[in-house]
Nanobody, 121 residues
Framework: QVRLVESGGGLVQPGGSLRLSCVAS????????MGWYRQTPGKQRELVAS???????NYADFVKGRFTISRDNAKKTMSLQMNSLETEDTAVYYC???????????????WGQGTQVTVSS
């Protein structure tokens, strides 16, 4: 089993910054794509940013130039630096990882439990 744990959420004023972190643990052989998603009540979960094992990145248009995703493969961690936060960024942010638990084993998708980010004055 694989566990993803997010941290770093909280309350911040508009224009402020937060840094989210995600730590993976458990039966991990290889972590492939990782990503941050967010969800607000009544809306579907949406991609914020993703990063491949080779560190290629992809960002949603609404965060380009404000958020930066990164990962440390050796430490099995991923981060999201969020700058110039807006009230519209308020959401629960989830960490996602595609993981294989052994050589040749099936790649499975795992999710963290989410961390609340609230942007408000």
């Amino acid at each position: 089993q694989v566990r993803l744990v997010e941290s770093g959420g909280g309350l911040v004023q508009p224009g402020g910054s937060l840094r989210l972190s995600c730590v993976a643990s458990g039966s991990i052989f290889t972590i492939y794509d990782m990503g941050w998603y967010r969800q607000t009540p009544g809306k579907q979960r949406e991609l914020v940013a993703s990063i491949g094992a080779g560190r290629s990145t992809n960002y949603a248009d609404f965060v380009k130039g404000r958020f930066t995703i990164s990962r440390d493969n050796a430490k099995k961690t991923m981060s999201l630096q969020m700058n110039s936060l807006e009230t519209e960024d308020t959401a629960v942010y989830y960490c996602k990882a595609d993981v294989s638990s052994g050589l040749g084993s099936t790649i499975r998708t795992y999710w963290g439990q989410g961390t609340q980010v609230t942007v408000s004055s």
